[in-house]
């Protein structure tokens, strides 16, 4: 019984312990908070989002693509037919305007936003880090378009 406590007690402790660390993502009305404070303003138009240091300057842009991709089906699987045919795959490409660094990521907005904040891609006068957008990149990045199913246009 003791053991079983203690097991509890120790995974209880790593679960309050992860989620201390874990970064809170809010995004209002242009601006994105990281644990209730301030880090970037964005304007959002056109599948477009412009990201801006605090005073407003423009450093990078996340453009939303789209494409429907073949799904694998599980012959396994008797409900399997309805799921339909195909996927809905949703990725970005994040381009920074201040030097030429540009890559593409199939992680949501609020992640992306998340390894921005974690790999310090701001300092604390606002300026950009290109050796820490590189690194980013590193981390998140997946070539996606490849994946695309290419269409002939005949006429």
């Known amino acids: 019984m003791k053991l079983k406590l203690f097991v509890f007690a ?3 402790g790593m679960f309050g312990i992860q989620s201390a660390t874990a970064q809170k993502v809010k995004i209002k009305k242009g601006i994105i908070y990281v644990d ?13 989002i412009a990201l801006q240091k605090s005073d407003g300057t423009e450093f990078a842009v996340l453009k939303e693509y789209t494409f429907e991709k073949a799904r694998k089906k599980d012959p396994n699987n008797p409900q399997d037919w309805r799921y339909g045919d195909t996927t809905t795959v949703r990725y ?3 381009t920074f305007t201040d ?5 593409e990521t199939d992680l949501s907005l609020k992640k992306i936003y998340k390894a ?9 006068e606002s300026n950009i880090s290109e ?3 590189k690194k ?4 998140i990045s997946k070539e996606i378009s490849g994946e695309r199913p290419v ?5």
Request: charged share 30%; net charge negative; no cysteine.
């Open 131 to 133: 050796e820490n957008a």
């Open 136 to 139: 980013i990149g590193s981390k």
């Open 36 to 48: 209730k404070s301030e880090f970037l303003k964005y304007d959002d138009e056109f599948n477009n």
């Open 151 to 155: 269409v002939l246009l005949r006429g």
């Open 92 to 94: 970005y490409v994040i």
């Open 10 to 12: 120790i995974l209880l």
């Open 99 to 103: 030097f030429e660094l540009e890559y």
């Open 116 to 124: 921005f904040y974690k790999y310090k891609l701001l300092d604390s």
